[in-house]
């Protein structure tokens, strides 16, 4: 099963907005609306960050935010701080042939 | 509190076997879907397998079908998967992971996680 495809790496200064695609199959982005979206620091677990497209969970700055546009989520951060710098990873279901779910290959996010 | 501990990673050769344990936690075990999602070292997140909260469902990743059994004891709050045949791309941080509430495909509580390495 080929992954879910995200940009290696994006950066933005402290302040500013970015936003991070993940991209794929119909079957897996545009068919069902079960993205979501992890961050994972070094070292660490990763922590959930929306969940099915654009829900946040209770404890996430709302700063964050997701979307979806036919096969292409987007994580988009606004007031970008120093502690937002991570891996971010996308993830979805399918179930069109046979269950599975799948994550992108992680973005690297840099605050200048 | 959630708390999801995982148990039971360390070196092992080349076709043996091992058998992770993840210990829940701060929650009604018994009523949540669970998952394995393994990473291996500076890689991405690769899921593994999921089981339904009463066990009565089980669905594995490509590269573990086959070789790998999840499991799950509700009177115990305990997850485990059963890996067998390992191989050296088997080597990852192994985390259990809880889905949403119902039947959901995101984590949102994850263990520390598990290392396991595979190598002669």
């Known amino acids: 099963q080929s992954a879910l495809t995200q940009p290696a790496s994006v950066s933005g200064s402290p302040g500013q907005s970015i936003s991070i695609s993940c991209t794929g199959p119909?079957?897996?982005?545009?068919?069902?609306?079960?993205v979501s979206w992890y961050q994972q620091h070094p070292g660490k677990a990763p922590k959930l960050m929306i969940f099915d497209v654009s829900n946040r969970p209770s404890g996430v700055s709302n700063r964050f935010s997701g979307s979806k546009s036919g096969n292409t989520a987007s994580l988009t951060i606004s007031g970008l701080q120093a502690e937002d710098e991570a891996n971010y990873y996308c993830s979805s279901y399918t179930s069109s042939s046979t269950l599975y779910v799948i994550f992108g290959g992680g973005t690297k996010l840099t605050v200048l | 509190q959630v708390q999801l501990v995982e148990s039971g990673g360390g070196v092992v050769q080349p076709g043996r076997s091992l058998r992770l344990s993840c210990a829940a936690s701060g929650f009604t075990f018994s009523t949540y879907g669970m998952h394995w999602v393994r990473q291996a070292p500076g890689k991405g997140l690769e899921w593994v397998a999921v089981?339904?909260?009463?066990?009565?469902?089980?669905y594995y990743g490509d590269s573990v079908k086959g070789r790998f059994t999840i499991s799950r004891d509700n009177s115990k709050n305990m997850l485990s998967l059963q890996m067998n045949s390992l191989r050296a791309e088997d080597t990852a941080v192994y985390y259990c992971a809880r889905a949403g509430f119902g039947i959901t495909w995101y984590y949102d509580y994850w263990g520390q996680g598990t290392l396991v390495t595979v190598s002669s």
């Open positions: 089981i339904w909260y009463d066990g009565s469902k089980k």
């Open positions: 119909s079957s897996y982005v545009g068919d069902y609306n079960y």
